[in-house]
């Protein structure tokens, strides 16, 4: 089980550092995807099997290709390895810090937490579909019918905001 | 080392590297993908504690990563809608040449 997570968590953070510090954009965007594909199974190993499948649905097949059609839309992308930077700037630098002390506070919390230290796993949940369905429908259905509306107006939205200006009414 | 602390500091490094690559890349692209890393870091801590919870049953942690992930899509297409238009506007997507607001 912890070879399992090892293996999964390195190929997840390795996928997010190189789409963190590749040059090329679109090898940036296929190392996204890798740990986005990462995390998926993941989630898939904490019995999350809804999850999972949405996060590589959405994720995966979804925003991926969003970045990658962004991508392609805006060429002449900034911080081409057409020239090599002679050395890292001040605001990389502290940009680099800041996510260490972040990464550093939260390590020392997590290490700290005695709720984390005594937890021990139950039996798996059955998180199966019938249950989840009836929860979302019952308990949780004002922040699903939320959630729609929101969808709908972003989707909308998103169309208003990428149109062509010469085309908007003045 | 409990599963869960391994979980825990895997998200807490996802959110930093998400953290850095937001703060520090001057593509407004890998800018958006940054702060999508650390949602992603915050589902996974969601995650984590809803399977290690006395009681999984209520899938409150799950169903909260439910609606994250819709949100986070509508983020995303929004987000790169808004990157769209700058680019078409101001010709670059770079962050730190678009300083029109600069005061």
């Keep these: 089980m912890t070879v399992l997570i090892t293996i999964l968590a390195a190929v997840t953070l390795s996928g997010a550092v190189a789409a963190m510090t590749l ?31 949405a996060q590589l649905l959405v994720y995966v097949g979804a925003i991926a290709i969003l970045i990658v059609f962004a991508i392609l839309l805006t060429p002449g992308a900034p911080e081409s390895d057409r020239e090599p ?9 502290i940009g680099c810090v800041l996510a260490l002390g972040v990464f550093a506070i939260l390590a020392w919390s997590v290490a700290h937490s005695a709720a984390a230290r005594s937890a021990v796993a139950t039996t798996a949940p059955a998180g199966n579909m019938q249950q989840i369905g009836e929860t979302l429908m019952q308990r949780y259905i004002l922040p699903l019918e939320i959630i729609g509306l929101m969808l709908t107006a972003a989707l909308i939205g998103a169309v208003i905001v990428a149109m062509k200006e010469s085309q908007a009414p003045r | 080392m409990t599963p869960l602390i391994a979980y825990l500091l895997v998200s807490a490094l996802l959110f930093s590297i998400g953290l850095a690559g937001a703060l520090t890349r001057r593509s407004a692209i890998l ?10 870091a915050a589902n996974l801590n969601f995650l984590a504690f809803w399977r290690y919870d006395p009681h999984p049953e209520e899938l409150t942690g799950f169903l909260f990563v439910i609606f ?5 899509a509508a983020e995303a297409a929004v987000g790169l809608a808004l990157i769209l238009a700058i680019y078409r506007h101001a010709g670059t997507s770079d962050v730190s040449e678009i300083t029109e607001m600069k005061g």
């Design chain 2, 31 to 40: 800018v958006l993908a940054g702060v999508e890393l650390m949602l992603n």
């Design chain 1, 85 to 93: 930077r002679p050395h890292i700037s001040s605001s990389e630098l």
């Design chain 2, 68 to 72: 994250s992930i819709a949100v986070a």
């Design chain 1, 23 to 53: 040059r090329n954009l679109v090898h940036c965007a296929l190392a996204l995807t890798i740990a986005f594909a990462g995390l998926a199974t993941l989630y898939l190993s904490l019995d999350a099997q809804f999850a999972g499948l």
